[in-house]
């Protein structure tokens, strides 16, 4: 059965996923991209989850080829795609690649050959039903900058003009939210209609190049924009994928406000976590008492992120702020959570330690931009 509340965007659902990777190679690279993908194919073939893939050619444009992928669930794929080891494995195609675009799909019903179609065989949990969503797509980057440069920083990414928010007739911007944590950021975008379209957008924009360049003699990891490789390499481990995304669906109220909890797992529990935070805020889309109206969970390794909209103030309900709602929730958070990256010792059962934790937790807010209609 669907949950209620409004999903948009969910990586839990238990579905098997394809994944579509369209390529544009240069003239005369072939050879050299056949050579680089049998390097890729047989060590994706051992990661966990992974059930098959296929390399296609384009019989229309010999320049244009597909990669497929079937995965067990999105969790894995995510765990691997955006892991060191996939950045270092794909490094040899970047030469041989004018363009490429990347696609993910929960495979909800299949046809096999003398058989019906069917549901896909999943989980108990699987989500078999079409999910609803608003035609927004979320994403966000995080990085980290030198320490002590966090208030030159800020000031940097809070004073620019923001793009126009229109780019083209089926893509716009709708809202940019800038939050630091310590010497890390974390800028989480919304976007009506193709996410790609609207990033490339961005970038192109003066401003914001020249932003991007006033913060670079600030950041923990070199990067030159100028050079695609670096660029491509940057953007890749920035990345921070939206796994989970649920709106209530009850009326929003007037004075929603905007918040980022920032959850640093311990080593090898940040999907485990994201998953716990996801399932507390579709409870949450169900409770007319929660203050938690919508909720984006971000992920990436062992960093997770939440970005909640909020009636009233975080410690007026500590608790559900957190998404701790519910017997045994807070001990399954502090088996999954980095305890001494958050300053909290002993239980999180305490009312002290919730305090403690939702403090370290609430990021500081940048920046809050949502387009005008």
């Not at 009326?251 to 940040?270: F, I, M, V």
Request: aromatic content about 4%; some cysteine; glycine content about 6%.
């Amino acid at each position: 059965m669907a949950p209620s509340g409004r999903i948009s965007q969910s990586v839990f659902d238990g579905s098997r996923l394809r994944v579509i990777l369209l390529l544009d190679l240069y003239e005369g690279a072939q050879q050299q991209f056949l050579d680089a993908y049998e390097l890729m194919r047989k060590q994706v073939a051992s990661v966990p989850g992974h059930i098959s893939d296929q390399l296609c050619q384009s019989i229309e444009n010999p320049s244009q080829w597909l990669i497929t992928s079937e995965w067990e669930s999105a969790p894995p794929f995510l765990a691997w795609v955006n892991s060191e080891e996939h950045v270092e494995t794909v490094k040899p195609m970047h030469s041989c690649v004018r363009d490429t675009r990347s696609m993910r799909y929960s495979i909800l019903r299949e046809t096999s050959p003398g058989q019906p179609v069917s549901r896909t065989a999943a989980s108990a949990d699987a989500q078999v039903e079409p999910r609803v969503g608003d035609g927004v797509a979320r994403h966000a980057l995080t990085f980290t900058v030198k320490p002590g440069s966090e208030s030159k920083v800020a000031e940097i990414l809070a004073g620019y003009e923001s793009p126009q928010a229109q780019v083209d007739e089926t893509t716009r911007l709708r809202r940019t939210s800038l939050f630091m944590h310590g010497n890390r950021i974390v800028r989480a975008v919304e976007v009506e209609g193709d996410l790609l379209v609207a990033l490339r957008h961005v970038a192109r924009q003066p401003q914001v190049r020249a932003v991007e360049e006033a913060i670079n003699p600030y950041l923990e990891q070199d990067r030159d924009l100028t050079d695609p490789e670096s660029a491509r390499v940057f953007f890749t481990r920035a990345a921070l994928p939206a796994v989970h995304h649920v709106v209530s669906d009850r009326p929003a109220p007037a004075d929603l406000r905007r918040h980022a909890l920032y959850y640093p797992a311990k080593e090898g529990q940040g999907m485990a976590l994201a998953r716990l935070l996801s399932h507390q805020d579709r409870a949450a889309a169900d409770d007319p008492d929660n203050p938690v109206h919508s909720s984006t969970v971000f992920q990436r390794d062992d960093i997770v992120v939440r970005l909640v909209d909020v009636t009233g103030d975080l410690d007026l309900d500590p608790v559900a702020s957190l998404g701790l709602k519910g017997p045994g929730k807070a001990a399954e958070l502090e088996r999954l959570l980095d305890g001494a990256a958050v300053g909290v010792e002993g239980s999180l059962e305490t009312e002290r330690n919730i305090n403690r934790l939702l403090s370290h937790a609430d990021m500081l807010p940048v920046t809050d931009r949502s387009a005008h209609s």
